[in-house]
T-cell receptor
Framework: QKEVEQNSGPLSVPEGAIASLNCTYS??????FFWYRQYSGKSPELIMF????GDKEDGRFTAQLNKASQYVSLLIRDSQPSDSATYLC??????????FGAGTRLTVKP | GAVVSQHPSWVICKSGTSVKIECRSL??????MFWYRQFPKQSLMLMAT?????????EQGVEKDKFLINHASLTLSTLTVTSAHPEDSSFYIC?????????????FGQGTRLTVV
């Protein structure tokens, strides 16, 4: 079992819709959870991080964490074509190593 | 936000030569830095974890004699690809960790596109 799992996609949503990206992790001791966005050929950039159960909102982005179910999700409201990218879920284990999921490719169609 | 500078952003080298990539945390001290490589259409693959003043910890399957990592200060880590071969061509990314807001955050460098010809 992979430590961090994401649907590879591609996920396609129309412009203005809500894009929902999901991630599950295997280590119950995981402490911090991150979402990165990576445009093709570029380095990942941090969008959000969350470490407490519940929702965390930042503009059009909402991260949701459920430690009991070991999943973390990212919602993108009012999706824009510029949101088209690969979204990487990352988890910091107790060892402090950051483990990444394989990424979900999102395409927002105009 | 915290800034991590990686240099060079791209490099082309001849097979058999060595290439050094620098990773600097510009406005914070990073006790831990990570080196990743990324093949096309694949996720980041952790190569090694670098702690200031100590030897790097390499992931399984990564040749430590080929990928030399030096973390001489709290703001600088270097990755040297020795005797590079075409199969080493890849996108290399560093990240530096800092602890703030009760959480560990990692900030990434811009990445280095290495092409070995």
């Amino acid at each position: 079992q992979k430590e961090v799992e994401q649907n590879s996609g591609p996920l396609s949503v129309p412009e203005g819709a809500i894009a929902s990206l999901n991630c599950t992790y295997s280590d119950r001791g995981s402490q911090s959870f991150f979402w990165y966005r990576q445009y093709s050929g570029k380095s990942p950039e941090l969008i959000m991080f969350i470490y407490s159960n519940g929702d965390k909102e930042d503009g059009r982005f909402t991260a949701q964490l459920n430690k009991a179910s070991q999943y973390v999700s990212l919602l993108i409201r009012d999706s824009q074509p510029s949101d088209s990218a690969t979204y990487l879920c990352a988890v910091t284990a107790p060892s402090n190593d950051m483990r990444f999921g394989a990424g979900t490719r999102l395409t927002v169609k105009p | 936000g915290a800034v991590v500078s990686q240099h060079p952003s791209w490099v082309i080298c001849k097979s058999g030569t060595s290439v050094k990539i620098e990773c600097r945390s510009l406005d914070f001290q990073a006790t831990t830095m990570f080196w990743y490589r990324q093949f096309p259409k694949q996720s980041l693959m952790l190569m090694a974890t670098s702690n200031e003043g100590s030897k790097a910890t390499y992931e399984q399957g990564v040749e430590k004699d080929k990928f030399l990592i030096n973390h001489a200060s709290l703001t600088l880590s270097t990755l040297t690809v020795t005797s590079a071969h075409p199969e080493d061509s890849s996108f290399y990314i560093c990240s530096a960790e800092t602890y703030r807001d009760r959480s560990t955050e990692a900030f990434f460098g811009q990445g280095t596109r290495l092409t070995v010809v």
